[in-house]
């Protein structure tokens, strides 16, 4: 009974749409016009009841409410704010993995473990997918103003990386046009200055892991703390390029040994 | 004056405590080997899988497994008002586990909270329930657990402060809290309210949380199973009484198998810590134990009216303000009239978890959001988005005094200052 509540109590505090008829003496016409009229109502006032109970879509999209209103309908983060990363377009195994990192403790974040907690690798598998099939324009974050020698930097640090501290360039992996590599590498590109310092600083602080041995830990506390903001600065102020996909997987070699492509395959 | 009583009891209790603890160390002879009928009984794959069932119902392994780490090989920590106790490895290591226990080993840390080397356990292993274990299950449970693959796992340091990292105080809580025996069936009752029982003050170890504790931590007997704050982690189990004035009241018997079954139900959803024991726990039970769970839980007494309580400010200004938020943020989903929507969004009216008496949970459920529990009924649950990033604290308390004082609610006003202590809860 419980169940029904909802449907039965509207129909029993609604009268009947022939209540009435029939009782009073009416020109004919007048009685077949409002019968109609009384059939239309209750037809739009049941419509109403059903689409009361049935108004919650069996989609993807409904189900994950609590992803979308932080992350956006579509992925699209929190440009504004930078908070909330963008999720559109990055691969599929990347998004999938980062929860899973969230799950077992190896990336630090109280709201996000909480959400996540008991999902399934199915589900993950599916909300991985959604993410990764979203595509959205790029809004642009603001970026601080940065003297133009550490944007140098950071372009350095970008294309050629820095042999002397043992950095590899950032496009070794991310990818050419820095769209991240299928399926388990997230593309650099049009993510806010604020996020991508903040997740490097993460790495360094442990507050960020993924599985052993982890090369992006290795290589955030090879950086030095102006390194970072150099190449932070320099990613969320280059242009995002037309074709934001990522590039196929098995297209690049890793300078390092990293725990994430071994498992997902992603390295050549 | 009435208080200074008690401390020459307690220093009696305690002298008794290290007088008993001395005796019983003594006995402990490590590394005997086991009696061969008992020897058999552990490789024995029924028992093995009933005593699979039997952890499962105990939900042994949420507490035994660290975040992200190998099940059973413990390590999480868990919180208390008297500091972290960190869970032990029950996979069956020789040097970091149950290796080189014994059955009887087994038993006496089950049954009477005692460590195979004599020592006092922490009654964060909850032994005041599973003390009711009957022998037969505590073999299969060990057949079980020794069927494990072993994991080396170090012990964590426990993270008490002083007094209470000296095991010898626990005899003193022991004298007040714990009442040792295998559960003793009621003849007047049906078999089916027995297994109930059983299950609901054993294994189950239900009142754990859903009963209020005293100043050292102990469960209060007197009402049992009527709701408590859990401690440390700012959740609130709910009353589990289904007569007159109880948490559960109105609700069926198919109410309390489906929640248990699926993580929901027509009056309400699992949240919190309950939605990680429907998950990892009771949705694996057969529907004969949870009928008995139910059959038991149907059966706990009416509870006094409760007070109602007057708010000591006027929270007619707030309730306005939290109508206008559940019109724009709530109700698409939970309904203008609270009624939610059948096997999807939870109806808030009537809601235990929204009408515990301190709001927390409701408070809570705003701030974070989150997924229905995920069941092998409901694979792909629906969800909440967090309203933590949204709402102010002044906000979240309106709509959360507006829901819990709305259509058939009557519970008490939040106010702005609880929230900010619930927003900086530790999500654990």
């Known amino acids: ?268 | 004056m009435k208080r200074l009583l008690w401390i020459p009891l307690v220093l009696a209790v305690l002298a008794l405590a290290l007088w008993w603890w001395l005796a019983h160390r003594s006995n402990a002879a490590p590394g005997m080997a086991e009696d061969p009928a008992i020897a058999a009984m552990l490789k024995d794959p029924t028992v093995i899988a009933k005593g699979r069932y039997l952890a499962t119902a105990g939900d042994c392994v949420s507490c035994h497994t660290a975040q992200g780490g190998a099940r059973y090989a413990g390590g999480r920590l868990l919180p208390t008002p008297f500091g972290n106790v960190p869970s032990s490895n029950l996979t069956p290591d020789p040097q970091t586990g149950l290796g080189q226990w014994r059955l009887e080993d087994f038993w006496r840390a089950l049954h009477s909270g005692v460590g195979r080397h004599g020592e006092l356990l922490y009654p964060v292993f909850s032994y005041t329930s599973f003390t009711k274990v009957t022998r037969e299950d505590a073999i299969a449970i060990f057949a079980y657990l020794k069927s494990l693959p072993p994991v080396r796992q170090q012990a964590t340091p426990l993270g008490l402060r002083f007094p209470y990292n000296v095991r010898a105080t626990l005899a003193a809580w022991r004298a007040l809290y714990f009442k040792e025996g295998v559960y003793q069936a009621d003849p007047a009752q049906s078999a089916s309210w027995n297994r109930g029982a059983y299950l609901v003050q054993g294994l189950g170890h239900c009142i754990e949380c859903h009963a209020p504790r005293g100043t050292w931590g102990g469960v209060e007997p007197r009402a049992p199973l009527s709701g408590g704050r859990i401690p440390e982690v700012d959740w609130y189990a709910p009353d589990l009484s289904m007569q007159a004035h109880g948490g559960l009241q109105g609700w069926s018997k198919q109410d309390i198998v489906d929640l248990l079954k699926t993580g929901q139900a027509s009056k309400g959803s699992a949240l919190g810590p309950m939605a990680d024991v429907v998950v990892g726990s009771t949705q694996h039970l057969r529907d004969e134990d949870l009928q008995a769970i139910a059959d038991y839980l149907q059966s706990l007494p009416a509870r006094p009216k409760p007070l109602t309580t007057k708010p000591s400010f006027d929270s007619k200004p707030l309730i306005e303000r939290g109508q206008g938020i559940y019109a724009q943020r709530c109700a698409s989903c939970h309904g203008k009239d609270g009624a939610g929507i059948a096997g999807v969004y939870p109806p808030l009216d009537g809601n235990a978890t929204v009408l515990e008496p301190t709001g927390m949970n409701a408070t809570r459920a705003v701030l974070l959001g989150g997924f229905a529990p995920l069941t092998q009924g409901n694979p792909r649950p629906y969800s909440m988005p967090p309203y933590a990033q949204q709402l102010s604290d002044a906000d979240v308390a309106a709509v959360v005094t507006y829901v819990r004082q709305a259509w058939s609610n009557r519970a008490a006003a939040v106010e702005e200052r609880d929230v900010v202590t619930y927003r900086h809860t530790p999500v654990d």
């Open chain 1, 1 to 268: 009974m419980p169940q029904h509540n909802r449907t039965w109590r509207g129909w029993r505090t609604r009268p009947p749409y022939t209540a009435g008829m029939g009782r009073a003496v009416l020109p004919f016409g007048y009685r077949r016009i409002m019968s109609w009229v009384l059939v239309l109502a209750g037809m739009v006032a049941g419509g109403i009841a059903y689409a009361d109970q049935a108004s919650v879509p069996d989609t993807l999209k409904q189900r994950i409410a609590a992803c979308t209103a932080c992350h956006g309908l579509h992925g699209e983060g929190s440009p504004g704010s930078g908070f909330f990363p963008r999720l559109a377009g990055k691969p599929a195994g990347y998004l999938a993995l980062q929860i899973q990192n969230f799950q077992r403790g190896r990336r630090h974040y109280a709201p996000m473990e909480y959400t996540v907690r008991q999902l399934s690798p199915a589900y993950i598998h599916q909300i991985a997918e959604y993410f990764a099939a979203q595509q959205v324009p790029y809004e642009r974050a603001p970026v601080p103003d940065i003297a133009p020698s550490l944007l140098q930097r950071g372009q350095q640090l970008v294309s050629l990386g820095d042999p002397a501290l043992k950095v590899p360039p950032c496009q070794a992996c991310h990818g050419k046009a820095l769209t991240g590599t299928e399926p388990s590498v997230p593309g650099l590109v049009g993510l806010p200055y604020d996020y991508i310092s903040s997740q490097l600083g993460s790495w360094r602080t442990g507050t960020r892991a993924s599985a052993a041995p982890d090369c992006m830990a290795i290589i955030a506390n090879r950086l030095a703390p102006t390194d970072i903001s150099a190449v932070a600065a320099w990613l969320a102020s280059h242009e995002v390029p037309a074709d934001t996909h990522p590039q196929p997987a098995g297209s690049i070699t890793p300078p390092l040994r990293c725990g994430v492509l071994d498992a997902a395959g992603g390295g050549s």
